[in-house]
């Protein structure tokens, strides 16, 4: 949660990899609740990429009842389209993008408990000391609602700094 800190594995994870794709149609879903809302190690996304570069997710659905559906951190080239996604609890975010680079998130619907997209950089002195701001992002052509928070949030973990962000013909809303 904004510490670059290990937690429980996600579903779907990688560290370190190049050319990854995820294409649909199909649905994920996530663990039970009482798996999703562990804190002690950081519970589960769904989908998580580390230190990543060429992420390619296309045409599938996820749901998943609290936490992040998808966390790309430290990510270069980052493609999501065509997603459907679900959160049905509170604290249940759709895509966190966190320190990553040269992002294009298109033609998404996504309705959560928490905030649809976020864009973050880390929390505190390491995450300024690491210096990886969330940049080059392109939001666009995405249906983005929140049931409690933010359809588009920034933040709140940016100490790494957030730059060159785009945002084109969204319906952002609450519910």
Request: aromatic share 4%; hydrophobic share 40%.
């Amino acid at each position: 949660e904004g510490e670059f800190t290990q937690g429980h594995r996600a579903l779907i994870s990688a560290e370190k990899a190049d050319h990854i794709t995820i294409v649909g149609p199909g649905s994920i879903f996530g663990p039970p609740l009482s798996v999703s809302r562990l804190r002690n190690p950081r519970g589960p996304a769904l989908i998580e990429f580390a230190e990543c570069t060429n992420v390619v997710l296309d045409g599938f659905s996820t749901q998943y009842q609290q936490l992040w559906s998808i966390h790309p951190v430290l990510c270069q080239n980052l493609t999501a389209r065509n997603l459907t996604i679900r959160s049905i609890n509170f604290n249940g975010d759709g895509i966190d993008v966190d320190s990553c680079q040269d992002v294009l998130i298109e033609h998404c619907n996504i309705d959560t408990g928490d905030d649809a997209i976020s864009l973050k950089s880390g929390r505190g002195m390491e995450a300024v000391r690491l210096a990886r701001p969330t940049q080059n992002v392109v939001i666009r052509d995405c249906a983005l609602v929140s049931s409690i928070f933010a359809g588009l949030g920034v933040g709140s973990e940016m100490s790494g700094g957030i730059r060159n962000v785009r945002i084109e013909h969204c319906l952002i809303a609450g519910r």
